[in-house]
């Protein structure tokens, strides 16, 4: 069945008389909850929201957000309606209302006149990740392949990168998880920040629920959060010190022999040898990695050995050559042997005590699911955090194992916005240029390693979720011919363009699909209601560009024909296996992944060894070949700046597009910092005191809320709110993003958005 305006109409559970239509599509923020939901449509207006049927009833789920997306956000005030050009000074929120025409010959008449100087890679696109569908989210790296331009990579801009990265050097994958509804079969779940009660709530019950049947659930987070009050135990690690905490428990698990042996010297790297002098694997003549065999008191290759030893050091003749050599995993204990509990403790701030027995605890029970967020890894070592939880996985043997593992996150969420060589996004086979988007600022301002001279952002509130913006407006602006924003909203960052374009919201646009993080199902997304003013989806908008260059036979495809050929075509086979029939039917579909879906099931990894490489051979020259606790970013600064800051996801807010909206207001009104008692009374604060926070970077200006459920020296507040929130300054000023070198080896710098020191004090009251 079909409306009018091409969506489909699932019959209503509880259709209200006024609903002239009922549309079934997807509600997707920046929240990955991916919630199926029935919008109830009168005068083209929302005007009731409700969960839309699911193969897995677990999944008919809602929240306020969803619901305040659907009927304020979408026609909110700050709307921007039409196409905007800048009548002052950039940054003057001065503007003129044109049309599409005049906005695009604007646009196009400064993007050829810097190709025809410095070529077409001088015109830059950056989105992130304000809309989670293929076709929006892919569009503007594929609208930079079509024109030969630039694209700003947005994984390290997300903060979300360190995750797959250490998942990458340890697996050879990047995303690794079990499937959430799937938890009630597992015995423990050590959550290590992954904070689910905030972040997750479309599958939190399913913990809940597990824990109703017995499971324990142990969380490990600085901050006493929502999944911390939740749990039977908490473990509250000094930010940023998740590789000392683990290193404890993997001293705990080892000197108690409590590590699956058997599992660890046939599935990982860990009896490889190594040689002394220069850290490198040992092979024989044809590459193979040796182990020392103990059957046959000699190096044998790995997978020859009958009896592989675990620990010890040899000399090896080779070649007429006598090599020093020790198993990775003597040498790495040679570090991880100072990490006692009381020692770990030392660092971490966690009480030995409670190291040792829930070490003992995750490494006795089975099933142990262990859970890693992205919260740990939004600091400068943030890959080294997911490697330490990793390292414990591996060595009780969890990895391959049903309702156990080493999970990080998974689903075909991330499958479908990151196939960068799909038709879709290469049409053609056209493939421009793409830069570091987390060096976006240096490059721009600098010229290197090419001049970029125009910048179209999509998608992204620069101004609240990058640390950028004000470096960019001081150093990268004033290089720039062209700024472009497509917007919903009028952000903090797009009052400093030159044009801004009026962009759909999921609700008004048809035809995409989205994935989901915690399981394999993938939903369509079908327009509900008319587009606001003149906005346009952004797959539309550059489509006008490239009409405009005699492109648009490349560029434009048709909405549900691209759907079907981005699903058939795609390069994991998992996703080429769903039934576009059954998903255009019903506007869900399951990824035919088995069940219970286990990462690893076969013990196969795509690493040079093919093991879980837990020594990493490929960065012994960077003092990271074995696993070590290393400081992070400003230790150095302690002494002047003694506080972290967390500023975390509330449930009331997705990023920065619920901050605005009056119904969340009437839950979260305002930004207020969070305290421990202690720290407050040696600054002389009282709850409600406003305070400054700061660092040599930046500062900003809040209340306080003297609160126990952070520990000393450690801030927290909510993330997503916009400068209009504070009476000065933002906190994102105090950000910045490091160079890892690591990093940047695998893939690119992820932005480690919690991993800098800064300082309060009393803000003097005029
Ligand atoms: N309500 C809501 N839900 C969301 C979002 C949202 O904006 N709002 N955003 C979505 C997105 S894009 C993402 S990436 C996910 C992220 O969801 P999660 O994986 O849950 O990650 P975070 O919420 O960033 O951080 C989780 C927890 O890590 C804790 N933490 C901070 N530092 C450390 C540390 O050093 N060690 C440990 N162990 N924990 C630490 C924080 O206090 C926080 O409670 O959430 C998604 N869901
Ligand atoms: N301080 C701090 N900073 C953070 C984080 C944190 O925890 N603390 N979290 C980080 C994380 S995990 C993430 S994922 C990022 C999120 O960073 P962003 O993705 O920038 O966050 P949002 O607030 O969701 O902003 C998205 C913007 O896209 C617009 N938008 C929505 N749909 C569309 C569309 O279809 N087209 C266009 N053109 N625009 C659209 C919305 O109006 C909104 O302004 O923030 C990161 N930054
Ligand atoms: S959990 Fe996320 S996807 Fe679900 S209704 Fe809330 S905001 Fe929408
Ligand atoms: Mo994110």
Known sequence: ?????????????????????????????????????????????????????????????????????????????????????????????????????????????????????????????????????????????????????????????????????????????????????????????????????????SEMHFLFDAMERGLKFTMVDPRFSRSAAKADEWLAPHPGTDVALALGMIHVVVSEGLIDEAYVVTHTNAPFLVREADGACLRDENGEYLVWDLAAAAPVPAGAAISPALRGSWTVSQRGEEIDCVTAFSLSWREWEAFTPQHAASICGVPPEQIASVAREYATTEPAW?????????????????????????????????????????????????????????????????????????????????????????????????????????????????????????????????????????????????????NWYVQLRRRAVPPVGESRNDVDIFGGVCDRLQLGHIWNVDPEQSCRDYLSNHTDPRIRAVDFEALKRDGVARVPVDRPYTPFRDQKFATPSGRIELYQEQFADLDEAVLK??????????????????????????????????????????PRLEIAPTDAARRNIADGDVVRVFNDRGHFVVKANVSNGVPPGTLAMPQGWWKRHFASGHPSDLGHIPESPVQTRIAETNYSVWDFMCDVEKEEQP
């Open 1 to 201: 069945m079909t409306n009018t305006s091409g969506g489909t109409v699932r019959k209503p559970k509880s259709p209200p008389p006024e609903a002239d239509r009922v549309v079934r599509t997807v509600c997707s923020p920046n929240c990955m909850g991916t919630c199926g939901v029935n919008a109830h449509v009168r005068n083209d207006r929302i005007i009731k929201l409700e969960p839309a049927s699911f193969p897995d009833p677990g999944f008919e789920r809602i929240c306020l957000r969803g619901i305040a997306m659907a009927t304020e956000r979408l026609h909110h005030p700050d709307r921007i309606s039409h196409p905007l050009i800048r009548a002052g000074e950039r940054g003057a929120n001065v503007w003129r209302q044109v049309s599409w025409d005049e906005a695009y010959d604007y646009i196009l008449n400064r993007q050829q006149a810097i190709a025809e100087r410095h070529g077409w890679r001088s015109n830059a696109w950056v989105s992130m990740t304000g809309n989670y569908a293929f076709r929006a989210s892919t569009s503007a790296r594929r609208m930079a392949n079509v024109v030969g331009g630039t694209y700003f990579s947005k994984l390290g801009l997300t903060a979300d990168s360190a995750a797959y990265m250490g998942m990458r050097a340890i697996f050879g994958v990047d995303y690794a998880s079990n499937d959430i509804s799937e938890v009630g079969q597992a015995k423990f779940l050590l959550s290590v920040g992954k904070n689910v009660v905030d972040t997750g709530h």
């Open 370 to 518: 262990l859970w890693v967020g992205y919260g740990p890894q939004r600091y400068a070592q943030g890959h080294t955090v997911v490697r330490a939880w990793a390292t414990l996985a591996s060595l009780c043997g969890n990895i391959g194992k049903p309702h156990a593992g080493m999970n990080t996150n998974d689903g075909p969420l991330m499958l479908l916005l990151f196939s960068p060589t799909a038709e879709w996004v290469t049409p053609q086979g056209r493939v421009g240029h793409s830069l570091p988007g987390t060096r976006m600022v240096e490059a721009i301002a600098s010229g290197e390693p090419y001049p970029v001279k125009s910048l179209w952002m999509s998608a992204y509130n620069f101004g609240t979720q990058s640390p950028l913006l004000k470096r960019f407006v001081r150093e990268a602006l004033p290089n720039l011919d062209l700024f472009v924003v497509s917007e919903q909203v009028m952000t903090d960052a797009a009052v400093y363009a030159d044009v801004v374009l009026p962009c759909v919201s999921y609700y008004e646009d048809d035809w995409d699909v989205v994935g989901n993080i915690e």
């Open 629 to 670: 606790a290393k400081p992070q970013a400003e230790s150095g600064q302690r002494d002047r700046f003694p506080f972290h800051l967390i500023t975390y996801k509330h449930t009331h807010s997705t990023h920065s597009q619920h901050t605005i909206l009056p119904m969340i207001a009437e839950v979260l009104p305002e």
